[in-house]
């Protein structure tokens, strides 16, 4: 599976952005599609995740009520529409895509994207 992330920039405090992962190849191995971000001296976090049918959708507490994941079916795409950025959201944005582990009840996510970084002016 092959992911191109895009749609980062630099944006005000308040703004809007859009993220989009386009994904290629085997992508029918992967039953999940999510969105992590790292700050500059910070460890990866998960940021959020929808299964491929579009149905289930899952967020960071940081982010919800202002970040939707949602997929394209048609383009094989995942976006993030990113509102009333803060700062805080500043960090390189990671797509990936994954499976779920039933035996072990945790995703995995084998499969990620380079990076595109967003930043927030305050």
């Known amino acids: 599976v092959q992911l191109q992330a895009s749609g980062g920039g630099l944006v005000q405090a308040g703004e809007s952005l859009r993220l989009s992962c386009a994904a290629s190849g085997r992508t029918f191995s992967s039953d999940v599609m999510g969105w992590f971000r790292q700050a500059p001296g910070k460890e990866r976090e998960f940021v959020a995740r929808i299964n491929w049918s579009g149905v289930q959708t899952d967020y960071a507490n940081s982010v919800k009520g202002r970040f939707t994941i949602s997929r394209d079916r048609a383009e094989n795409a995942v976006h993030l529409q990113m509102n009333s950025l803060k700062p805080e959201d500043t960090a390189i944005y990671f797509c990936?895509?994954?499976?779920?582990?039933?035996?072990?009840?945790?995703?995995?996510?084998?499969?990620w994207g380079r990076g595109t970084l967003v930043t927030v002016s305050s």
């Open positions: 990936a895509a994954g499976q779920y582990n039933r035996a072990y009840l945790t995703y995995e996510w084998p499969y």
